[in-house]
DNA sequence: ATGGTTTTTACTGCGTC
DNA sequence: GACGCGGTAAAAACCAT
């Protein structure tokens, strides 16, 4: 009986390597498989390895040019803020402001006054009526949410953000609920953003129970054909030896033993947490530090047994590996 | 639904401080 | 005696089919 889940994971990354030729989607550079980077001076993403430029002539939000003093200011700068995914409207929709002054500054009469009032009230209206806006509106107030309670950097906030406003264009939200979504919209960004959050960790900050969040984060990702891979285990390692108060060399060796782990194929199948926390206690008995398995199994949520299966299967596969 | 795998739970024995 | 650690068996959870 060879071991299916390991053939499962194969293939799960070859079909992914497949579609990111396919959608604009891609995190990897057609032509070489290098990373890719946004270039906003520019409006370009670049590949980092062989300098491709994949998408041109996106809009550049930032400043024209630099400015020198105040009157270039002016005339170079680009008028209003840069654009967000992180507001409903991407920030884009008329505001009235709410000094009672015209565009020279002076104060208005009474009359005019009321009448901006009026227009205030109406213009806000219209910007949330329409129930896709507003549905926008509340899942991005709940990315927002759960994202900081998790400690989630702003970009994996954009991606989600990008990643709901897709689901939603794509119909995707009728007989669903909109944090269910918008949960597995930021369990999806965690990961693809390699900050991955576990599903549990995720289920503790929103409203929506863990069954839902799995069934709904599938189901998102099949119809937008998301390409996620599986977590990898050493991006949970940092989060792990900083919780315990544990010196950079510990970090150092505990990605070491995942290297030499993945080279021997000894990590398909297994969570990727179990196998980042094992790695951590394994990495502080090598570096003389002393650390308990239920310190450890603590901070990753893991079991203790877990631990100390896998940590004996990587010092094993570090044997094998390189036995001095 | 099913079957194969992994993870968890619960319990036990051993050595050390 | 409490604690850290190791092992085991059975139950639960997970996932592809």
Redesign the pocket.
Known sequence: ?????T??HA??QENDRERERGEGEAVVCPECGGGLVADAEHGETVCSECGLVVEENEIDPGPEWRAFDASEKDEKSRVGAPTTNMMHDKGLSTNIGWQDKDAYGNSLSSRQREKMQRLRTWNERFRTRDSKERNLKQALGEIDRMASALGLPENVRETASVIYRRALDENLLPGRSIEGVATSALYAAARQAGTPRS?DEIAAVSRVE??EI?RTYRYVVRELSLEIQPADPESYVPRFVSDLDLPDEVERRARELLDTAKRQGVHS???PV??AAAAVYAASLLANE??????VSEVA??????I?????ELLEAEEEFAPP
């Open positions: 009986m060879t071991d299916t889940r053939r499962r293939n799960e599903l863990k069954d799995a199948g297994k969570s179990g196998l002393k650390v308990t398995q239920s310190a949520n893991i079991s203790e047994v877990t100390r299966n896998r940590y004996h």
